[in-house]
């Protein structure tokens, strides 16, 4: 059986659909990712087959249009009658359910977020364009993933829909981590910058801390705008920008960090729903966390005790909770940073996909 797998990215940085198309090449299906261009065209090496679709647009806009003609095209052109689709997020579904339609093969749809109330898209008339989308191409949908609990139950009430939830979790790391002793101390952030992340109030927070670095993985839109607030506060010598980072790469900084930030803000569901990836980065290398208030963050925290929990985004407070962590010492939370290893792993969620499919056969083969 054929996986076509489609996603509008150049497929780099994107753990999520890695892990996806892994576990089901492990499954022994046969693998076709498709990505584009945007943001250019790293090398890369998979143990299956990719491409890329390259495109002229210049602006996000138009390269959206492009990409859902050309992406029409690519599957028409790969899809056989022994073909799975797979739509990751709404900037990739139409052109799948088209294809899905034309040639009566199934498409299961993974939404890695709510795309249309990301913050990117609040108040906005290109909102309005992506919500009429959403709405007419919804109820055509029957196979569905998404990557929180909260979010399931969204699209169960406003599209009647009732997703699998496959987190969008890492694998396990069974080797043992030694904990450096770090002079200065380290804080963390990793993933992208962007609106919405809490990353200058955690920058602020520097301002009522001692003796402690803040390292920030990743690259995004809001990188000027934050090393020129680092520049404001005369934070220069505290503040490290260490760009984008394969993964593998990130996760050797991650272990060695004494605190993980996750400080999300609320500009709309996508947001206040989500389970954002780096907090089961932090788990998985026992590191402690302070993280906000957010729905799937409490449902963690309710379980186990990896970390301290901020209800707003006062640098202040953000910044008395960082000296509680590293007082205690990262020792202090390992027994529960442990147990929710063994439980928020991609080894636990892999087995929803595999049983997924198997479903998706059985009613369409």
């Not at 089901?24 to 090398?43: K, S, V």
């Not at 992406?71 to 799948?96: F, M, R």
């Not at 609106?195 to 839109?221: C, H, T, W």
């Not at 005790?305 to 010492?329: C, D, L, R, T």
């Amino acid at each position: 059986m054929k996986i076509l797998i489609s996603v509008f990215n150049n497929l780099y940085t994107d753990q999520r659909v890695e892990k996806v198309c892994r576990t089901l090449l492990e499954a022994d299906y046969e693998i076709d990712l498709i990505g584009n261009n945007w943001e250019g065209l790293p090398e890369m090496e998979r143990p299956y087959s990719f491409s890329r679709i390259k495109l002229k647009s210049k602006t996000l806009r138009f390269a959206y249009i492009e990409f859902q003609w050309k992406l029409y095209k690519k599957l028409l052109g790969k899809a056989t009658s022994e073909t799975i689709l797979i739509a990751n997020d709404l900037d990739s579904l139409w052109p799948n359910l088209l294809v899905s339609k034309k040639l009566k093969i199934p498409v299961i749809y993974d939404s890695h977020e709510i795309f249309t109330e990301m913050p990117s898209l609040k108040g906005r008339f290109v909102k309005k364009v992506w919500k009429f989308l959403e709405k007419r191409l919804m109820p055509k949908v029957k196979y569905m993933m998404t990557e929180s609990e909260s979010y399931a139950e969204w699209f169960q009430k406003e599209y009647l829909i009732k997703p699998i939830v496959v987190r969008n979790i890492p694998r396990r790391i069974t080797e043992e981590i030694s904990f450096p002793e770090n002079k200065p101390k380290i804080i963390l952030y990793q993933g992208a910058l962007n609106q919405s992340r809490g990353i200058p109030q955690a920058i602020e927070s520097m301002n009522y801390l001692e003796n402690i670095v803040f390292k920030i993985i990743g690259d995004g839109p809001k990188r000027n705008e934050l090393e020129n607030l680092v520049k404001e506060k005369k934070l220069e010598n505290r503040v490290q920008f260490l760009g984008k980072m394969l993964p593998n790469d990130m996760r050797e900084i991650t272990k060695t960090a004494d605190v993980g930030l996750s400080l999300e803000e609320n500009n709309g569901v996508s947001y206040l729903y989500s389970l954002p990836n780096k907090v089961s980065d932090y788990i998985q290398a026992k590191v402690p966390l302070v993280m906000i208030n957010f729905p799937e963050m409490m449902r963690i925290k309710r379980q186990f005790n990896i970390g301290e929990v901020v209800e707003n985004h006062n640098p202040q407070i953000i910044a008395e909770k960082i000296k509680k962590v590293i007082e205690n010492g990262r020792n202090f939370y390992l027994e529960e940073l442990e147990k929710a290893g063994k439980v928020l792993c991609w080894e636990e969620e892999e087995n929803k996909i595999i049983k997924l499919f198997k479903k998706v056969e059985a009613e369409n083969f």
